[in-house]
């Protein structure tokens, strides 16, 4: 009886986990195969190497892994990375999806390493959205987020984070591309940052961007650039297709080997809520009385309509506590393990 009313309540609440399009990915077993020693990434979950000649990204796990990558304190047990060198120049892994419409938040963690010879060779890595094509016609709404050193001869120096846009006209900026804000420079190596962005496909331009250094616990950094007129490609006219797939890439050369590692991979409605480090909380437990019980279910149908709502009634309560299945989110996917949750007392 209760889980058919929760349902029912969700229902009439406008709530529609298939409408969703997005994706929420810390590459975990066992949706992941990860190893020490690397798994290569290509084959799973729809992943795939979309240029050849290149090296396979692979999923690692943090634990022992043979690229010495530190823990994402944000993280779970693996990672994916990508390094060139040997007969492949560069590294990629690409995988097709569906795009929310409107506004859409693009998150993913970043680090790089590296351990080669001066000088260095460009790029470190990037993130871009595809079809991109590389001009001077493109095809789809695009852009690239593009790491590249701060200095060839000082691998110490770090590396400058820059954004491939699209101009008016739509010709797409020169690389290496621009920088919102001095956060964006001077990366450093070993730590992991988190870059958010948002973009507004109907707008058909990047509105918002951020970035944090997860490692170190620092403050997230957030810019409007939607004055700066960012536009996708098609420019200021718009009128291209959606994007339908999304590319991690590494670069170097036989000799110079850029690696690149990515985590916390997250992109959604601009909407839906997002933490990929919830503070510490007890799963199922909304009313926030240290246990789990029928007493949850009604806050925990609030939490899931309206969060703004939940946390006006329960201000002392760690929202994301809705999230009973652990994927940062908040949605329809949290309904059978809540119940599951509220059946047994607790989660397992």
């Not at 979309?50 to 693996?78: E, H, M, R």
């Not at 951020?210 to 490692?215: A, C, K, L, M, P």
Request: charged letters at 10%.
């Amino acid at each position: 009886m209760f889980k058919r009313n929760l349902v029912t309540f969700a229902l009439a609440a406008g709530i529609c986990s298939a409408a969703m399009a997005q994706i929420d990915s810390g590459f975990e077993s066992p949706n992941y195969n990860g190893s020490a020693a690397g798994t290569v990434l290509t084959g799973q979950n729809g992943w795939y190497l979309p240029v050849t000649p290149a090296a396979d990204f692979n999923v690692y796990t943090y634990a022992g892994n043979s690229l010495n990558i530190p823990a994402n304190p944000c993280g779970g047990d693996q990672f994916i990375a990508g390094f060139a060198g040997g007969a492949n120049p560069v590294a990629r892994a690409q995988l097709d999806l569906t795009f929310p419409t409107g506004e859409v938040l693009i998150s993913t963690d970043v680090l790089a390493v590296y351990t080669g010879p001066v000088p260095l060779l460009n790029n470190v890595g990037s993130f871009s959205l595809n079809p991109n094509g590389g001009g001077p016609t493109f095809t789809n709404q695009t852009f690239i987020l593009l790491y590249s050193w701060v200095n060839l001869n000082d691998p110490a120096a770090g590396y400058n984070a820059f954004y491939m846009h699209h101009n008016a006209d739509g010709t797409q900026i020169a690389q290496p591309g621009a920088q919102p804000g001095p956060e964006w420079t001077g990366l450093q190596l070993g730590s992991w940052y988190r870059t958010k962005t948002w973009v507004d496909f109907g707008r058909n331009k990047i509105t918002r961007v951020s970035i944090q250094d997860v490692t170190a616990n620092g403050p997230e950094t957030t810019i409007d650039v939607s004055g700066l007129n960012w536009w996708l490609a098609g420019g200021e006219a718009g009128g291209l297709p959606a994007p339908t797939a999304i590319r991690y890439f590494a670069g170097g050369s036989a000799a110079n080997a850029n690696t690149a590692a990515y985590d916390n991979l997250h992109i959604a409605a601009a909407s839906t809520p997002f933490d990929p480090c919830p503070s510490e909380g007890l799963p199922a437990d909304l009313n926030c009385d240290g246990l789990v019980n029928n007493f949850d279910i009604d806050a925990f149908v609030l939490a899931l309509s309206d969060r703004d709502a939940y946390e006006a009634a329960f201000p002392d309560c760690e929202f994301l506590n809705a999230d009973v299945n652990g994927d940062g989110l908040v949605n329809n996917f949290d309904i059978d393990p809540f119940v599951l949750c509220v059946a047994e007392g607790g989660c397992p």
